[in-house]
């Protein structure tokens, strides 16, 4: 069965610092990955996704995720922070191959302070 | 293009009623999703579609029916709501292909059972 780990509850820091938010998966085949955002009383938003080739994968707002095989993990990352990305971040994973389900995280409250 | 839409935005409902939250899409996409989502529990997956006709259960689906007559609309059924199905309750879409593509999701239902 397909699960996702984001480790974190919240993630805090500081304005123009870089930043990471963690998420680990686990699928029995190949992963397609996801993150997504949401703002207070919003939907989903969608920022980036890995499907398959360069492990390094640009999204929305400067933001960047990095897959990586061996440690089953697909962190997002952002070199400079800014106020406006504060909010919930959730990362997702399918499987290749599978029943075209999508399953969440638990989310991770990221908030830059300024 | 008003892409996923959901109705109604916000309902309050008594133990033991009963009620329809509605979602429908204009993209001709083929997969749809109900998703629960509750504080600190991220996006819960209830049911599931992969075209008319066909429905599968997600993780949480007990208390809750589906039903997709339509490519456009796939509905979720609550028979005899509970306090536990106090939850926002979003509706997501994404088209069929290759590869896995990202989410569309709705602005989401704010249900309350007291």
């Known amino acids: 069965a397909q699960s996702v780990a984001q480790p974190e509850d919240q993630v805090n820091v500081a304005e123009g610092n870089p930043l990471t938010v963690k998420c680990t998966y686990s699928?029995?085949?190949?992963?397609?990955l996801f993150w997504y955002v949401q703002y207070p009383n919003r939907g989903l938003q969608f920022l980036l996704k890995?499907?398959?080739?360069?492990?390094l994968v640009k999204g929305s707002y400067g933001f960047e995720a990095e897959f990586n095989k061996s440690q089953t993990s697909f962190h997002l990352k952002k070199p400079s922070a800014l106020v406006s990305d504060s909010a919930l971040y959730f990362c997702?994973?399918?499987?290749?191959?599978?029943?075209?389900?999508?399953?969440f995280g638990t989310g991770t409250r990221l908030k830059v302070l300024a | 293009n008003a892409g996923v839409t959901q109705t109604p935005k916000f309902r309050i409902l008594k133990i033991g009623q009963s009620m329809t939250l509605q979602c429908a899409q204009d993209?001709?996409?083929?997969?749809m999703y109900w998703y629960r989502q509750d504080p600190g529990m991220g996006l819960k997956l209830i049911y599931y579609s992969v075209g008319a006709g066909i429905t599968d259960k997600g993780e949480v689906p007990n208390g809750y029916n589906v039903s997709r007559s339509t490519t456009e609309d796939f509905p979720l059924r609550l028979e005899l709501a509970a306090p536990s199905q106090t939850s926002v309750y979003f509706c997501?879409?994404?088209?069929?292909?290759?590869?896995?593509?990202?989410?569309?999701f709705g602005s989401g239902t704010q249900l309350s059972v007291l």
């Open positions: 993209m001709n996409h083929n997969y």
């Open positions: 890995y499907i398959t080739g360069d492990n």
């Open positions: 997501a879409s994404t088209p069929d292909g290759q590869w896995i593509e990202k989410l569309f």
């Open positions: 699928v029995s085949g190949n992963p397609y």
């Open positions: 997702a994973v399918s499987e290749r191959g599978g029943t075209y389900k999508y399953i």
